[in-house]
């Protein structure tokens, strides 16, 4: 997905280039959707993307070894529900606390901790007498699988209707008991022999409310600064504005956004992977030669802006939107923040002002080759 999204940037730039205009413009005129050509201007906008642009065309005329670029990609991913979602929800009698177990696995994108928060929401009890259990495949053995960026939104609508039918159960108890506290009704509900586990699932054919697919919306820009002798580039501002929705957790959404931004910033930068032309082995296996990005990779200005947006009822839970892998789609913009730094140096080294092809990742050596660079420029002035 991520290559596909950049293979129509790269068109987009090369149309631009051919047809001499900036490739926001042919981007808005290509874009079929209203909401994210809406988008689009309004990133471009809210962070001056025209006037930095200009400022750095005047920069880079200026200057022969450093340059300086910049890039804007918006991208329309879709999220689409698939096979079954499980979740089980047991309350302990003594205690009152929650343990919520579900099909879908935690790894790092906060799914845990937005399945508790809907759990808490729903029952009205503090979050913090709610356990997240690991999920267990002997448990949940035909599962969907935790990807697509739908995994929190699926565990979250199976911990929903798991809390709907408990306090369903518990209402009688509630009647009888005005006033009382969580724990004095699960209490009487155990002693009453009500059960106080339940088993829930989501499936797109027999609970299309919760499944229907929908859209989310990214837009990025970003600029950069390249040395044309080292062909070491620093990215120095991202703007993202994202359709989060109605996010359920800010934190997490900014996290994980900007992660799945900083993950495309190693695939289409540091990430090579060099195999041997005989034997098809993989000769970039370790850190030595093999770069992930590390901390000094970070931009150095790091913007990311919520669309403001109203409830929309093709969405996630209480209206949260998907967004794990929308926005690593706009990381591509990188590439064409360093190729029109190095379009401005292979201008300034006599090269033709034409379109030229430069393949991916934009490696330190691989900006260097492509920079028009040659020992006989090396002169002090």
């Given amino acids: 997905m991520t290559e596909i999204a950049a293979y129509i940037e790269h068109i987009m730039e090369h149309i631009a280039l051919v047809v001499k205009v900036d490739a926001a413009d042919v981007r808005v005129a290509n874009l079929s959707l209203p909401q994210a050509k809406s988008l689009l201007q309004q990133v471009r906008t809210d962070n001056q993307y025209d ?10 005329e200026k200057n022969r070894w450093r340059k300086k670029g910049i890039s804007l990609s918006t991208t329309v991913f879709p999220i689409g529900f698939f096979d079954t979602s499980y979740a089980i929800l047991s309350v302990f009698k003594k205690d009152a606390t929650v343990a919520i177990l579900t099909s879908g696995i935690e ?47 699926q565990a979250a609508w199976c911990i929903i209707q798991c809390c709907k039918e408990l306090k369903l159960r518990l209402q009688p108890v509630y009647d009888k008991n005005p006033g009382k506290e969580w724990k004095d009704i699960i209490f009487a509900a155990a002693n009453q022999s009500i059960d106080l586990q339940v088993t829930k699932s989501l499936t797109p054919t027999q609970n299309p409310d919760q499944t229907k697919p929908y859209s989310v919306l990214s837009a990025a820009i970003t600029e950069i600064e390249l040395d044309i002798l080292t062909g070491q580039h620093q990215v120095t501002r991202v703007d993202i504005l994202q359709d989060a929705g109605i996010s359920v957790n800010p934190d997490i959404d900014v996290g994980q956004i900007q992660g799945a931004f900083i993950m495309g910033l190693g695939n289409w930068t540091t990430e090579h992977m060099i195999r041997n032309e005989d034997t098809g082995a993989l000769m970039s296996n370790r850190t030595w030669n093999y770069k992930p990005p590390g901390a000094k990779d970070i931009p150095v200005d790091f913007r990311v802006t919520f669309l403001k947006a109203d409830k929309d009822p093709r969405s996630g839970p209480y209206g949260g939107k998907a967004v794990g892998e929308p926005p690593l789609l706009t990381s591509c913009s990188v590439m064409y923040a ?44």
């Fill in 51 to 60: 006037d930095r642009a200009r400022t750095i065309v005047d920069f880079n």
């Fill in 107 to 153: 790894i790092g994108q906060g799914l845990h901790t937005k399945v508790a928060q809907a759990c808490a929401y729903e029952l009205n009890i503090p979050i913090d007498l709610i356990v997240m259990k690991p999920s267990l495949s002997h448990v949940f053995p035909n599962s969907s699988g935790t990807g697509g960026s739908t995994g929190s939104d």
């Fill in 338 to 381: 360093i190729k029109m730094a190095i379009k401005s140096a292979r201008k300034d080294a006599g090269l033709a002002d034409e379109y030229f092809d430069m393949s991916a990742p934009f490696t330190s050596e691989n900006i260097f080759l492509h920079s028009g660079v040659s020992h006989d420029k090396f002169l002090l002035k």
